[in-house]
T-cell receptor
């Protein structure tokens, strides 16, 4: 079966712009989480959605937002990009609990 | 709050040697524990998980990890490594039996297997 699909794979944006990243979970999975991975901070939790509701949120500024659609697909948005937002953004899906999330290959965002 | 410490940032070993990657966690409640592996330019792949029951869990490619509640550890072991095991390994914890819908990761251990 198809895995977690993230688009685009690579993205270059200019400081001050905004960006939207997309994630399609495994069919049947209703929970989608987002993580930011950087060399300095490692893997950090952004937020988790289940049935279009945000159930948990990490310690990121309000510039980072997300949403989930009725078909479980999810998007995350970062507004007013900063150089420090350059990272690999990973999406993960599961049936609904922390029973082992399946991760996508990520979107590599570079802010210049 | 939950936290995860991976004691070694890099572990170099020779092919066919045994390896142990250490992971300790801090939590005041029950936890689920995971090991993920990341190959270059890829996402994370679930290697194995402990939810409940037997404290020794195994993966299909020869890795195993043992949950030790008294020492709050979940070390990953393999008796004989291959070149293809070279990757970064992440230990992760989910607190409260999965009820906070969040994984907290360690900083990772880069395993390098040399011929």
């Amino acid at each position: 079966k198809a895995g977690v699909t993230q688009t685009p794979r690579y993205l270059i944006k200019t400081r001050g712009q905004q960006v939207t990243l997309s994630c399609s979970p495994i069919s049947g999975h209703r929970s989608v989480s987002w993580y930011q991975q950087t060399p300095g901070q490692g893997l950090q939790f952004l937020f988790e959605y289940f049935s279009e509701t945000q159930r948990n949120k990490g310690n990121f500024p309000g510039r980072f937002s997300g949403r989930q659609f009725s078909n479980s697909r999810s998007e995350m948005n970062v507004s007013t990009l900063e150089l420090g937002d350059s990272a690999l953004y990973l999406c993960a899906s599961s049936f609904g609990g922390d029973y082992g999330y399946t991760f996508g290959s990520g979107t590599r965002l570079t802010v210049v | 709050a939950q936290s995860v410490t991976q004691l070694d940032s890099q572990v170099p070993v020779f092919e066919e040697a045994p390896v142990e990657l250490r992971c300790n966690y801090s939590s005041s409640v029950s936890v689920y524990l995971f090991w993920y592996v990341q190959y270059p330019n890829q996402g994370l792949q679930l290697l194995l998980k402990y939810l409940s029951g037997s404290t020794l869990v195994e993966s299909i490619n020869g890795f195993e990890a043992e949950f030790n509640k008294s020492q709050t550890s979940f070390h990953l072991r393999k008796p004989s490594v291959h070149i293809s095991d070279t990757a970064e390994y992440f230990c992760a914890v989910s607190e409260g039996g999965g009820s906070n819908y969040k994984l907290t990761f360690g900083k990772g251990t880069l395993l390098t297997v040399n011929p």
